[in-house]
């Protein structure tokens, strides 16, 4: 039988610790003193003190290693979430969360900190100042966010004070910061073919984006807040910036800082709905032949042309959560960070 190394508090391992926010998280995780080893699919950088475990996380035995002697396990992996990919969201969501979940209590794992996402709750019509009490999404608007909506129960269930297996998820909403994959470089992207001149709806829409240090520090606070008996055992918090914006002017900041135009003619919000839909369903019908790639699918136009904002008083409450980071500081530490996007560049 293999021996089992002591888990100690401050030893930890990152489960997509190579991507934006996994990365991130390692950096502060060190700040902080913790000891840190990342299992992911890919190396995306080196860090001294850093050890990395490649493997597929579907794959109990690759994680095993990763976990030994570890008692905290953050859980940041999750395919593209732009993916049409239907089976892969559900081997990587589902049964690889099923995978994490088993791997953590051989090892001996004791918190399990998800980050799972405030679209667990989005059926792509108004959230206004949500709270964690909302229903899961009944229809939920992507593959992404039915699996997300999955992962999130398998792990909250798998909670387990008796067996010393405390789990909590972490509800970030809209990601942003230097080095995010997505949001900077679609918008940069569809700014530079021209399609970025319309405006999906009245524009006065309310979101939350939630600057990465700010999800960092939440996540971190949740697992210090985890303990047997803490209010924190098998529950979902929403992480914010706490300062919902109009998603327009969001993208028109963004795009402005980075010398593009702001997008200012409107269109109605149904009128674009509708022909997203109509387009995912033809690359759907084409995929066998050919794989298109919409920019304006139905999610992110639902995302564009309504409101979707969250309520962080729960993890006000349980872990002391404020945000570290303003939204406008954020705003220009993001978009200096991108200088490879800006025009003409
Ligand atoms: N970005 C956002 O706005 C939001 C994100 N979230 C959640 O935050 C988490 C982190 O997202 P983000 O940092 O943006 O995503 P990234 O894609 O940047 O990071 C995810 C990492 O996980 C890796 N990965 C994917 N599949 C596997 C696998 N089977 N085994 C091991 N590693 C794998 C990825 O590798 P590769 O790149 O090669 O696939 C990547 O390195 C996700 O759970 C996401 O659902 C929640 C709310 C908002
Ligand atoms: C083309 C434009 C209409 C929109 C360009 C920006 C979008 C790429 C982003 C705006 C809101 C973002 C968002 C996500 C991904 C990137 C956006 C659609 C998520 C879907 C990422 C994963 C989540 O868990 C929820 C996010 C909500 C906001």
Known sequence: MATRIRPSSKRCTVIGGSGFLGRHLVEQLLVR????SVFDIQ????LPGVTFHLGDLCNKQALLPALQGVSLVFHCASPFPGSDDRSLFQRVNVDGTGA??????????QKLVLTSSA?????GTDIKDGKEELPY?????????????????LVLQACNEENGFLTVAIRPHGIFGPRDPQLVPILVDTARRGKMKFIIGDGSNLVD???VENVVHGLILAAEHLRPKSPLCGRAYHITNDEPVQF?????????????????YHLPYWLVYGLALLLWLLALLLRPVVRLRPTFTPMRVALAGTHHYYSCTRAKQDMGYRPLVGLQEAIVRTVESYPHLRRGA
């Open 33 to 36: 003193g913790y000891l840190v």
């Open 43 to 46: 190396q995306s950088y080196e």
């Open 100 to 109: 994490v979940l088993e791997a953590c209590q051989e090892a001996g794992v």
């Open 119 to 123: 679209s667990v709750v989005f059926e």
């Open 137 to 153: 999404a009944k229809k939920p608007i992507d593959y992404y966010t039915e699996t997300k909506i999955q992962q999130e129960k």
């Open 209 to 211: 984006f939630t600057f």
């Open 248 to 264: 327009w002017d969001f993208m028109s900041q963004v795009l402005m800082g980075l010398g593009y135009d702001a997008p200012r």
